[in-house]
């Protein structure tokens, strides 16, 4: 599952972070991530967790990287609570 939770983190955070030169790229990039959101409602509690863990060690990464993005580190920082409900950052939030 980490293998999967990381390539997915990657994934998603690839689409929505890159430059797009025409508006209908950014229609398909958007129709994409709405899948994907879509797949995510029906994961786990583990699933989600590996997830998180995922986004985590991807912003430890980037932080670690001697040429590090900032528009990387925040899209990492907030990646589970910009996908789902019930998140802050990448922290689920005890209801």
């Known amino acids: 599952m980490k293998a999967l939770a990381d390539a997915l983190v ?3 955070t690839t689409i ?3 430059p797009r030169d ?3 790229q950014l229609d398909d ?6 899948s994907l959101v879509a797949f ?12 998180a863990a ?3 060690r991807a912003l430890a990464a980037e932080r ?8 990387l580190i925040d899209s990492y920082s907030l990646f589970m ?5 019930g998140w802050q950052g990448n922290r689920r939030v005890a209801s």
């Open 54 to 56: 995922a986004a985590e």
């Open 81 to 85: 609570e910009n996908l789902l409900e």
């Open 16 to 18: 929505d972070t890159a």
């Open 10 to 12: 990657y994934v998603i």
């Open 40 to 51: 995510l409602h029906e994961a786990t509690d583990p699933e989600l967790d590996a997830l």
């Open 29 to 34: 990039d958007v129709k994409m991530l709405e």
């Open 64 to 71: 670690a990287a001697e040429w590090s993005s900032q528009q």
């Open 22 to 24: 025409r508006p209908e």
